[in-house]
């Protein structure tokens, strides 16, 4: 560092001369970066006696530079006066320049300010080394590091008269954002002038560094409000005495509360019920999650799955915990989306161009347009959940889930926990936590009864309450729970006569029987049998990525056989047949013996066939393992009571291979 010595000034002054007379450089007694600096300015050719013209920004630009540096120049402003402050009437200045070298902002006496015009200490003024020579805030800016530059070490004469220190102030990027320099006379110079402007450009570093940290914790803050305030669970945070501390607006609505009344609560008190849940959580004892609750609220009953978690502080202790509140529509919706229950039939599906099978999609349209009940009547085959589901797609709760169940697949001791639910000890084996039914699952959208006709007696009973009341009681519980359901039934059997004969209610069948839509037999629409079976060969031949052919001596067999399985039956049948060709061509020969038969009897089939007798027996004996892939599939659908995961478990195969062989079972 240098000090205001006459001698020392002497003696640097002396080597200044040297230096620009013949490029002699004494580095012994000139700083390293300063005799850099020096070289630099010789090699431009700049002026040692007065530089180059000075450079100073346009008004606009100078407008510009301290809108962009505004936040900076606000908290060096400070550190500015209070260093002016100490070097007051002394003829010292403090300036503050951008990281380009351009001055931003003085302090200093008025006389001093004004004399220091001359040497471009205004606004704007650029003390970049090849305007104005080796100065401190160009050497600070070249190094990055605090430095004093003293009477003749600067290049120019003109500033011999003047000593400056300065030092960068760095941003949170760790880049140079500004310097901060204190200039005055040159016999003032002492090294504490440059510790202490360092140590002032660290404070303000330091200062900028903090206000970033705010700003990035307030703008965190901001997110995570919004994020609080928006999501679409419910969220509550309590203290470690239990006393709610926050909570966002879906939690008020979920609890139906207004207001403020939350806020101080006790958790216990709102959570009733689950008293011994919330004390373990206050414990820090153990989480909990997806635990049912029910309260009451000034708009009817509400429902939730609420999770509990404790917060610990850093030294381990107990500083409270967090309650989410997720609404029971969206478990529903989440259930539904995962376990199958939606549509994937529409009405440009149902294939066919017949008179009946058009009247029996006009009706289904007409039904969709309603919310009223609807049976659907037709053989094993015809497509009833087909329509069910078209209608469904069709209908205003088409967003809503559609939720599917097969009355007669279901024992009968266990259909009133399927459609209804169960409480948790309801009976034995019942799931822990309860479990909701298909009614609860399908609210909001439709719930299809499969094979109606084949539903229990006492089970009846309960269906019609709640077809009735639109409210649901879950088996061993007394809780009421509204539902918004539209319920499809499906059978293959006369309920009239069912009615009759004292197996299904009356009073049930008529709250069901506002649409009664009968889906024709394949049998009585033969005009849609080989429209059928090219749209399943042209299907198969899409998802094998190949071809077939249908052979034209096939036609008169598939169209005078009665297809008593109806559409499931063209299906399976074409879905045989294309796994018996060969060179991609549906012959006679890969049709089932039966559709052969109705063609003209046993003694035609065998001259049909007269070298592929082997063929048929193994068809046939193809056709037994099918059949009896198809039952096992069935019945593990009843056991594991549809759950998909579990059944491609017991059957040792992937969920995937599990959907291909359903589909191809024609399995709903």
């Known amino acids: 560092m240098t000090s205001g010595n006459p001698a020392n000034i002497i003696g640097k002054d002396l080597i200044w001369k040297k230096f620009i007379s013949n490029g002699e450089l004494e580095s012994r007694i000139i700083l390293p970066q300063i005799a850099d600096s020096w070289v630099r300015c010789s090699q431009i050719d700049l002026n040692p006696n007065d530089g180059r013209s000075q450079n100073v920004l346009q008004p606009s630009d100078i407008r510009m530079m301290l809108e962009k540096k505004r936040e900076i120049i606000d908290i060096a402003k400070p550190f500015m006066a209070n260093i002016y402050e100490i070097f007051r009437n002394s003829g010292f200045i403090v300036v503050l ?31 970049r080394e090849e305007h104005v020579g080796t100065n401190a805030i160009a050497v600070g800016l070249k190094t990055g590091a605090p430095v004093q530059v003293s009477g003749a070490e600067h290049y120019c004469r003109k500033h011999h008269w003047w000593t400056c220190s300065a030092a960068p102030i760095y941003g949170h990027n760790g880049q140079i954002v500004a310097l901060l320099d204190l200039s005055g006379p040159a016999q003032a110079a002492y090294s504490h002038t440059l510790a202490m402007v360092a140590a002032a450009a660290n404070a303000i570093t330091m200062q900028i560094s903090i206000q970033q940290k705010n700003y990035e914790l307030s703008l965190m803050n901001r997110r995570l409000s919004s994020i609080f305030n928006t999501m679409s669970d419910g969220v509550i945070f309590f203290d470690r005495l239990g006393k709610v501390r926050e909570f966002n607006p ?71 915990g967090v309650i989410i509140l997720r609404p029971m529509e969206k478990v529903h919706n989440l259930v539904n989306r995962f376990s199958g229950n939606y549509t994937t039939f529409k009405f440009s599906d149902i294939i066919g161009k017949s008179a009946q099978i058009l009247e029996a999609i006009r009706q289904a349209s007409l039904a969709a347009a309603t919310s009223s009940n609807v049976i ?21 709760r088409s967003n809503g889930p559609f939720v599917a169940l097969n009355c007669g697949a279901i024992p009968r001791e266990l259909i009133g926990s399927e459609l209804f639910g169960y409480e948790e000890g309801a009976f034995t084996g019942a799931k822990r936590g309860g479990r909701p039914g298909n009614f609860e699952l399908a609210s909001g959208g439709t719930l299809f009864l499969d094979e109606i006709g084949d539903m229990p007696l006492e089970q009846q009973v309960a269906l019609l309450r709640v077809l009735q009341e639109k409210k649901v009681a879950r088996l061993g519980g007394n809780k009421v729970i509204p539902v918004d359901v539209r319920v499809i039934c499906a059978t293959n059997k006369d309920l009239n006569r069912l009615v009759r004969n004292g197996t299904f209610r009356q009073d049930l069948y008529y709250r069901l029987n506002v649409f009664t839509i009968e889906i024709p037999p394949l049998r009585d629409r033969r005009d849609d049998i080989e429209i059928l079976f090219r749209y399943f060969v042209e299907q198969i031949g899409n998802e094998q990525e190949c071809k077939y052919i249908i052979a034209d001596e096939i036609l008169e067999s598939i169209n005078n056989y009665d297809w008593p399985g109806n559409v499931r039956e063209v299906h399976n049948v074409v879905e ?56 096992e599939i069935k019945a593990l659908l009843r056991k594991e009571r549809g759950n998909l995961s579990k059944v491609a478990s017991e059957l040792g195969i992937a969920r995937s291979t599990l959907y291909r062989k359903m589909k191809k079972h024609s399995i709903y």
């Open 250 to 320: 879906i939690a008020k609505k979920i609890l139906g509360k207004t207001g403020n009344i939350l806020n101080g609560a006790s958790v216990q008190t709102i959570f009733k019920g689950k008293n011994q849940l919330i004390q373990t959580l206050l414990d820090g004892k153990e989480d909990y999650s997806d635990v049912e609750f029910f309260t009451d609220t000034a708009m009817g009953p509400s429902r939730c799955v609420i999770s509990g978690e404790t917060i610990f502080d850093k030294q381990g202790c107990i500083n409270g």
């Open 97 to 127: 320049s951008d990281e380009n070298g351009y001055i931003m902002e003085r302090f200093g006496d008025a006389d001093v300010l004004n004399s220091a015009r001359h040497l471009h200490f205004v606004q704007g003024a650029s003390w």
């Open 576 to 631: 045989r047949a294309c796994n018996f060709t060969e060179n991609y061509i549906i012959s006679l020969a890969c049709l089932p013996p039966e559709l052969c038969c109705s063609q003209g009897g046993d003694q035609e089939m065998q001259s049909i066939y007269p070298e592929n007798t082997r063929m048929c027996h193994l068809y046939e004996i193809k056709s037994e393992i099918l059949d009896k892939e198809c039952e």
């Open 376 to 396: 659907l009547r037709g053989e094993s085959g015809t497509g009833k959940e087909m329509f069910a589901q078209a209608i469904h797609c069709r209908s205003s």
